[in-house]
């Protein structure tokens, strides 16, 4: 059974610009989970989606945002970035919402210059 | 809302010495639990949960952990770590029995294996 795969693996972009994250779940899980993971932060929730639908959303600013298409994939839209976006993007899915476990996939770097 | 502590950010210990991990939780309401490892350049990999039932959880690589509702506990041990150990290591929780789906995470235990 194919894993949680993310798509790019590396990006580089300067200030100002837009990017765009893609995660695909395993195969039948609803729920994606998207976390930021910054040098010496620790995991920080940033959005949940669940049946195409947006149900729970991390503190961070409007620039952040993304969406679950009916395959349950889903994007994670970044726009002006800054600086401190630089970070490890994870994107997680779930079967289960109920119990709380989550399977990882292998993340996309985001350098901002 | 749950919050977790994890009260070591890096723990060094020798090869085939034991390991205890700490990690300590607040909810007010029932929790799940679980213990992520996450090894250089790679997502995060479940290594135990605690869903309900037996406290003393036993998960992949040799570790295992108890959970203690009294003193809202969930410390990760393995009682010989190899090299290959090293990683950062997340405690997390969830509620239970509700569909609120996201997981909160420690901030994360660096282990590091000495030879």
């Known amino acids: 059974e194919a894993g949680v795969t993310q798509s790019p693996t590396h990006l580089i972009k300067t200030r100002g610009q837009q990017v765009t994250l893609r995660c695909s779940p395993i195969?039948?899980?609803?729920?994606v989970y998207w976390y930021q993971q910054a040098l010496g932060l620790g995991l920080q929730f940033l959005l949940w989606?669940?049946?195409?639908?947006?149900?729970n959303r991390g503190n961070f600013p409007p620039r952040f945002s993304g969406r679950q298409f009916p395959n349950y994939s889903s994007e994670l839209n970044v726009n002006a970035l800054e600086l401190e976006d630089s970070a490890l993007y994870l994107c997680?899915?779930?079967?289960?919402?109920?119990?709380?476990?989550?399977?990882f996939g292998p993340g996309t770097r985001l350098t901002v210059l | 809302a749950q919050s977790v502590t994890q009260l070591d950010s890096q723990v060094p210990v020798f090869e085939e010495a034991p390991v205890e991990l700490r990690c300590n939780y607040s909810?007010?309401?029932?929790?799940?639990l679980f213990w992520y490892v996450q090894y250089p350049n790679q997502g995060l990999q479940l290594l135990l949960k605690?869903?309900?039932?037996?406290?003393l959880v036993k998960g992949i690589n040799g570790f295992e952990a108890e959970f203690n509702k009294s003193q809202t506990s969930f410390h990760l041990r393995k009682p010989s770590v190899h090299i290959s150990d090293t990683a950062e290591y997340f405690c997390?929780?969830?509620?239970?029995?509700?569909?609120?789906?996201?997981?909160?995470f420690g901030d994360g235990t660096t282990l590091t294996v000495k030879p």
């Open positions: 989606y669940d049946e195409g639908e947006e149900r």
């Open positions: 997680a899915s779930s079967l289960d919402t109920n119990r709380g476990e989550q399977f």
């Open positions: 997390a929780v969830s509620r239970a029995n509700t569909n609120a789906g996201k997981s909160t």
């Open positions: 909810s007010s309401v029932s929790v799940y």
């Open positions: 605690y869903l309900s039932g037996s406290t």
């Open positions: 195969s039948g899980h609803t729920s």
